[in-house]
């Protein structure tokens, strides 16, 4: 038996809301110049460290096409120029005023800042001011592989109708093809939820009609994509349809389990064929495995809590720069140690090296009971790396350097993976996604039930009007209705639900929401109108105008993906 035990894939999932022209700070443009500042340059910069010393980081890296939209506006281009800016100019005036008060170490912390956003405008002027070109262009180097994702990270299981699961997976897929000159062939399922087949699939709110719904692996596989991720336990609760043998699918049952236990069923080590009924799969699922993914995420046990790190919560004055770090889990903020860089180089190596330990043992594991080598999927927020955990990229770089040496694990990404370990299992997955408790209750509860209410009437109406009025004929309805698509796709992001339920933004969450809405509304009642003969009135001219600028997204909106 050979020595080598399997492969890591490393996922980091990079996805903003769109907030382009919506609000700066506390929540809006700030997320995301923070985002490209502290994660999306550094994770750059990790990659091209990592080939400098002859090493291929084989990063699996998320970039939603959303993100990929505002990456490439010029809005963020020169918002994130004067923003670096003004870090410069804000860490110039702490070190002066540290000085001032006579006190060197956050003085010398300060010119560490001013250095570092320095460099950061630097290298985003290299680049001609484009990351997503950027990543393209590590990818077609193959240093890394790009995950696609629906348009707006639209929570795909609760969706009413089948036309908006097509129009999202349709439009997010052009959409990264577009921006990166690739059409990635793997995909992040929004929150990774989702929703096999149901012959009476109940609707979440105000219909209680039972109707057939597809899984969502159709949709995904009807846009080009192979793969995606999910969390563990939907492989774990997982129903055995099939097993695939010489390029043969076989139908199987439960009693497989208990005699082929050499196979690795309801393993997160083993990706797995995706089918609601038993036949042939079109998609695969790779499970997130939680030993691994908590020794980083956990709030308890994860590396980022340890008390040398940067403390993320705590900075001098309003919108100001960090200067302490964590001390302790249970430690008041003002009660917070300042920072000390040199104290963290030799912690990360270290966490490393545990991380990588746990890895070998999770696979050893693996092989020692069914003699297969496994795939651990490790998949974060990429946003966790550089912007929460401020070490987080150092922490990326080791692992990858570590691993790169040893003959036992070979990092790949996750298409790499699947070819090296093809799946020879195929399961029904139940619903589920990986917000608390596993199910839709994060997206879905008594604070945001009225959000699912707003956006079935909204499904409903495009639909409508795009079978009833003559946008086909008519260039003028047609522009409307797409005005109108877009909006829906803006409304439909899983973001807002989700900063309403955990309090990170509630204010935000709701105006967002509603502010979709209400364009929707104006631009499908003004498309009624135009349809009947009456001319736009100005009021309604100013209204188009404020949709056009505050949502210039998603250009070329495709109406055919809705019918």
């Known amino acids: 038996m050979s020595d080598h035990l399997g492969s890591l894939c490393i996922v980091l999932h990079g996805h903003l809301p769109y907030v382009l022209n919506h609000g700066t700070y506390p929540h809006g443009e700030a997320w995301l110049y923070e985002a490209a500042a502290e994660t999306y340059l550094p994770i750059l910069d990790v990659v091209g460290e990592c080939a400098l010393l002859k090493v291929r980081p084989a990063i699996t890296m998320g970039l939603t096409p959303v993100l990929l939209e505002q990456l490439a506006h010029d809005r963020f281009k020169e918002g994130f120029v004067a923003y670096l800016h003004e870090r410069i100019e804000r860490a110039n005036h702490d070190r002066r005023e540290f000085e001032g008060k006579n006190e060197p170490h956050f003085a010398y912390l300060a010119g560490r800042w001013e250095d570092w956003y320095a460099k950061k405008l630097?290298?985003?002027?290299?680049?001609?001011?484009?990351?997503?070109?950027?990543?393209?262009?590590?990818?077609?180097?193959?240093?890394?592989?790009?995950?696609?994702?629906?348009?707006?990270?639209?929570?795909?299981?609760?969706?009413?109708?089948?036309?908006?699961?097509?129009?999202?997976?349709?439009?997010?897929v052009a959409t990264s093809e577009r921006r990166l000159g690739i059409r990635p062939r793997g995909m992040w399922l929004?929150?990774?939820?989702?929703?096999?087949?149901?012959?009476?699939?109940?609707?979440?709110?105000?219909?209680?009609?039972?109707?057939?719904?597809?899984?969502?692996?159709?949709?995904?596989?009807?846009?080009?994509?192979?793969?995606?991720?999910?969390?563990?336990?939907?492989?774990?609760?997982?129903?055995p349809l099939g097993i695939r043998e010489n390029g043969h699918f076989h139908q199987t049952d439960e009693a497989q389990l208990h005699w082929d236990q050499k196979r690795g069923w309801r393993s997160p080590l083993e990706p797995v064929g995706v089918a609601s009924w038993p036949q042939d799969p079109r998609v695969s699922a790779m499970a997130r495995h939680p030993r691994v993914s908590e020794q980083v995420w956990s709030g308890t046990i994860g590396y980022p809590g340890a008390g040398p790190y940067l403390e993320f919560h705590r900075k001098y004055g309003d919108r100001g720069l960090r200067y302490h770090k964590v001390t302790g889990g249970k430690v008041a903020l003002s009660d917070k140690d300042p920072y000390y860089p040199d104290d963290v180089d030799g912690l990360v190596y270290q966490h490393a090296q545990h991380f990588c330990a746990v890895v070998k043992d999770v696979l050893g594991g693996h092989k020692f009971h069914t003699g297969r080598e496994g795939v651990v999927v490790a998949p974060f927020d990429a946003e966790l790396f550089g912007h929460w955990w401020f070490e987080g990229p150092k922490f990326?770089?080791?692992?990858?350097?570590?691993?790169?040496?040893?003959?036992?694990?070979?990092?790949?990404?996750?298409?790499?993976?699947?070819?090296?370990?093809?799946?020879?299992?195929?399961?029904?997955?139940?619903?589920?996604?990986?917000?608390?408790?596993?199910?839709?209750?994060?997206?879905?509860?008594?604070?945001?039930?009225?959000?699912?209410?707003?956006?079935?009437?909204?499904?409903?109406?495009?639909?409508?009007?795009?079978?009833?009025?003559?946008?086909?004929?008519?260039?003028?309805?047609?522009?409307?209705?797409?005005?109108?698509?877009?909006?829906?796709?803006?409304?439909?992001?899983?973001?807002?639900?989700?900063?309403?339920?955990?309090?990170?933004?509630?204010?935000?969450?709701?105006?967002?929401?509603?502010?979709?809405?209400?364009?929707?509304?104006?631009?499908?009642?003004?498309?009624?109108?135009?349809?009947?003969g009456v001319p736009v009135n100005p009021v309604q001219q100013v209204e188009i105008a404020e949709a056009d600028l505050h949502d210039s997204v998603f250009k070329e909106i495709d109406l055919n993906w809705w019918m």
């Open 122 to 172: 630097e290298h985003f002027e290299r680049i001609a001011r484009d990351i997503p070109a950027e990543f393209a262009a590590r990818f077609r180097e193959g240093h890394l592989q790009i995950l696609t994702s629906n348009a707006t990270h639209a929570y795909m299981p609760l969706l009413l109708n089948d036309q908006m699961l097509h129009a999202q997976m349709q439009c997010g």
């Open 190 to 239: 929004p929150e990774c939820a989702y929703r096999p087949n149901w012959d009476h699939w109940m609707p979440a709110v105000l219909y209680d009609n039972a109707r057939g719904r597809p899984g969502v692996e159709q949709f995904i596989a009807d846009a080009g994509v192979t793969h995606f991720f999910v969390d563990n336990h939907l492989v774990a609760d997982a129903k």
């Open 396 to 532: 990326l770089r080791d692992v990858i350097l570590t691993l790169a040496n040893d003959p036992q694990v070979t990092l790949h990404t996750a298409e790499e993976a699947l070819y090296h370990h093809p799946p020879d299992k195929v399961v029904r997955m139940p619903e589920g996604s990986w917000g608390e408790k596993g199910n839709h209750s994060v997206w879905i509860n008594d604070r945001t039930r009225w959000i699912w209410e707003m956006e079935y009437r909204a499904e409903g109406r495009l639909l409508q009007q795009l079978h009833g009025l003559p946008w086909r004929q008519n260039a003028e309805v047609r522009g409307l209705l797409e005005r109108a698509g877009r909006q829906l796709l803006l409304l439909q992001a899983s973001d807002w639900p989700f900063v309403i339920h955990s309090h990170g933004a509630v204010d935000y969450g709701i105006q967002r929401f509603a502010g979709h809405c209400t364009r929707f509304d104006r631009m499908t009642h003004i498309a009624e109108q135009v349809a009947k």
